[in-house]
């Protein structure tokens, strides 16, 4: 009879942990790489949504179409 009880509370244990995670991933938003200013933009000090593009310090990779080395050397894209 102990065994069984035993059985019985692993599991509710296990159901409260499982119940638990999955509410708590639920309430968890997505994050916006784009700032909600779709694929290539970014937004601007005052809200605005601008163009990315290379800084004054950028080199082209010709390796990698559409993307370049910054100044410290970290590949970037569009």
């Known amino acids: 009879m102990h065994t069984r009880s035993m059985c ?4 509710a244990r296990t ?3 499982l119940s638990t995670l ?3 991933a639920s309430y968890t938003s997505s994050s916006q790489a784009a700032q909600g200013c779709g694929y290539g933009l970014h937004k601007s000090v005052y809200g605005g949504c601008i163009p990315n593009h290379p800084g004054m310090h950028a080199t082209p990779a010709p390796a990698h179409p559409g993307c370049w080395r910054n100044g410290w ?3 970037r894209c569009y």
Do not use: E
């Open 8 to 11: 019985v509370s692993k599991t």
């Open 15 to 17: 159901l409260f942990m």
């Open 73 to 75: 050397g970290q590949l």
């Open 22 to 24: 999955v509410l708590a």
